[in-house]
């Protein structure tokens, strides 16, 4: 037995609005995150992307290729080295000067001597003549990987650069050689 | 006393004999229902879902792929996808970096190839290979059914320079995995 206004209506009116109002915060839910939809993939893997590498075997790496003491004029002395081409590339390969001491430095006995660099790994083929002090550098032969070339460094005292001032003069050059992939 | 009995029996037997008749007529009249009909119908309202798939031309494979790469490189190839489902779909690819190896004096690839994506002359993401693409993923917009986008991708191994500027990427790797989506 109820009445408008007493107070069993009253809770059950609010219990009607709590539930409605449930509702509607399910409904209002549903709305925002439901979200649903089709999707569709496809992909692509292994796009992979290495590098190469290039080196070479020097066969006197770090050491002297040719020690010409007491060099008379008129006199040569040489010393060949290899380099054997390494890693995935073909290179083109570069002899050039690192430095260049001459003691003293005048008169200079690099003017004074001729470097020849001859490739012999068959016939001989020069590869660069003329007075040390002017080398600066030259580029040699395409080497693949594997392959091997073999160059001689001769040094030749004219005697007509010959001095008397350069008794006893003395010269260091050291050379480097550099392949750039091809 | 008796014949009346008998008079008023019979009376009451045609009286209830009339209310029978009249009941059974009365309930012809309200039960008969008897009316016209106008019918229509709407069969047939069939609800199907829609399918969304694409395809890719290239799909479970790689698009490109380089090995043995030096300075002054660049590979180029393409893929298609088409919208072959039959409602319009939000389309986006994703790239996520794989295995990453390190040059042999620590050069990162991730850092030095650049990738580039283009749909014809237009360029879709440039930059970096390892770089991020902008997040979540990469939008290629709405396609309708049967749309079809070819995209141009270019990796090049930038030139660092002489004396062997790049000799930190010797033998450096990485892979990259691209995935496309579509949402409905």
Known sequence: MSYKGAPGTKVKKAFLTLVVLALLAVALQSLVF?????????????????????????????????????????????????????????????????????????????????????DTTGAAVQEWSGAASTFSSVTIDTIAPGATRTYRFTLTYPTATAVPALQGASMALRLQFAGVQQ | MKRMKVLFGQRRMQVLLTLAVLLVAVSVVIGSGANFTSQSANPSNVFTAGNLSHSNSKNGAYILTASLMKPGDTVTSSVTLTNNGDIPGAFSFTKTMGTNVLGLTGG???????????????????????????????????????????????????DGGSGGADNAYKSAAITVVFDWTAVS
């Open chain 2, 108 to 158: 990162d690839f991730r850092t030095k190839l650049d990738l580039t994506i283009k749909e014809g002359a237009t360029t879709i993401w440039t930059g970096k290979i390892g770089a991020a693409i902008p997040a979540p993923n990469m939008d290629l917009g709405t396609w309708a059914p049967a749309a079809t986008h070819t995209y141009d991708f270019t990796v090049t191994f930038p």
């Open chain 1, 34 to 118: 439901s979200g649903a939809n089709f999707t569709s993939t496809r992909g692509n893997p292994g796009n992979v992307f290495t590098a190469g590498t290039l080196s070479h075997v020097n066969s006197k790496d770090g050491q002297v290729v040719l020690n010409a003491a007491n060099l008379r004029p008129g006199q040569s002395l040489n010393g060949s080295l290899t380099i054997t081409g390494g890693g995935d590339f073909s290179a083109r390969y570069t002899i050039s000067k690192v430095s260049l001491t001459d003691t003293p430095a005048s008169p200079a006995l690099s003017a004074a001597l001729t470097l020849t660099i001859d």
